[in-house]
């Protein structure tokens, strides 16, 4: 052995640990690694957090969700303005009707019955409106005579005046004389006064034309609204769409004016009508594209776009509505309808007053960083 390795030996040895000694290992770069990484992530993790969620609430806020939403169709209760009863329903329960389709009639005989006779009437008193015309004219006449009586009893009496002083005429002839020219001359004003009455009773007009006489044109006032009365016994469909509740009306049984009989439900005139949160209204408008999902047909999607806007919440139409004037108020979000008109084609699913809907409105809106303050 050389002498460097027996002097290398004792400093080996004093640096060799003992046993129960803790041993420091100096730190490996894997281990420097991990402390450094640890930080990042968690640092990272945040940043990711608030870079997503600021990223979703700028690229949010354009679609507003609505599933207080329906469907609704224009409906009627079909009835008539006519007491009467009923005939023949030559409808059935659910059927398609066409506009101007028959839905009911009445018994037309008592309509009938009640439109001759003021038919009759009316024709009966153009009669006697042209005899009246022919009466006043046969006044005349008896007032033209009248009037000749009353010239020759004024020329008799005249000349029985004049000849009653030198005893030409008695006492008597002159006072017969002056009886008989005085009732004359009443009855002739009496004849005026008649040609006058009848007169009037032409409109001041003695060749007026008897239709435009005001007792003719009631008359044939009369002859209308019977003639309406005829034509309300019979309903017909004011628009297309499907019948519900017909069995309610059977033939024979009596069905009172304003009584509704069944009712319509239109197949064509059908919107939806969403009720959002009027904090939610902010950037909807109308003309706004819309995606309508029906609960009944899942996974179908109807488009569409926002129609009209109430001018009022719902509230406004309710039967207590909200008084805030009087103390006892809490502040309540209201909900303001939005009419949707939804463009339907040809074999897509029916569409039934009622069903729920989930609408989401595209607004178009973009949010920026100016909107956080």
Do not use: C
Request: net charge neutral.
């Amino acid at each position: 052995m050389s002498q460097a390795a027996v002097d290398e030996a004792p400093r080996v040895a004093a640096e060799s640990p003992r046993v129960g000694d803790r041993v420091h290992a100096p730190p490996t770069r894997r281990r420097i690694g991990r402390g450094a990484v640890r930080p990042i992530l968690m640092l990272g993790g945040i940043l990711a957090v608030i870079i997503g969620s600021a990223f979703y609430w700028i690229t949010g806020g354009r679609y507003v969700s609505v599933d207080d939403a329906y469907v609704k169709a224009a409906k009627e209760s079909i009835a008539t303005d006519v007491s009467g009863i009923v005939m023949e329903v030559p409808v059935r329960e659910g059927q398609h009707v066409k506009q101007g389709e028959v839905l009911l009639r009445l018994d037309p005989k008592p309509f009938k019955i009640a439109l001759a006779g003021a038919i009759a009437a009316r024709d009966g008193l153009l009669s006697t409106l042209d005899a009246e015309k022919l009466d006043y004219q046969r006044m005349l006449s008896e007032v033209k005579v009248k009037e000749a009586e009353v010239e020759s009893d004024q020329a008799n009496f005249d000349r029985y005046a004049s000849l009653v002083k030198s005893g030409g005429v008695t006492r008597q002839e002159y006072d017969n004389a002056r009886y008989r020219l005085m009732a004359n001359k009443r009855a002739l004003e009496s004849l005026r006064v008649a040609a006058a009455v009848a007169l009037t009773k032409l409109g001041g007009d003695p060749n007026v034309d008897s239709h435009t006489q005001n007792d003719y044109l009631q008359a044939v006032a009369k002859v209308d609204e019977l003639q309406r009365q005829l034509d309300h016994s019979v309903i017909y469909a004011p628009f297309s769409g499907i019948v519900t509740q017909v069995d309610s009306v059977q033939p024979g049984m009596y069905l009172g004016a304003s009584t509704a009989a069944f009712g319509l439900v239109s197949d064509e005139r059908v919107w939806v009508e969403a009720n959002p949160k009027e904090t939610e209204l902010t950037h909807v408008k109308p003309g706004d594209k819309v995606e309508i999902t029906v609960d009944t047909y899942p996974g179908h999607v109807w488009n569409g776009r926002v129609e009209s806007i109430s001018p009022v919440s719902g509230s406004e139409f309710s039967v207590l509505p909200a008084q805030n004037t009087s103390g006892n108020w809490v502040k309540v979000v209201q909900r303001i309808p939005v009419r949707i008109k939804v463009d339907r084609k040809a074999g897509e699913p029916a569409l039934r007053s009622g069903m729920s809907v989930v609408a989401e409105i595209d607004t178009g809106h973009k949010r920026t960083w100016r909107d956080l303050f």
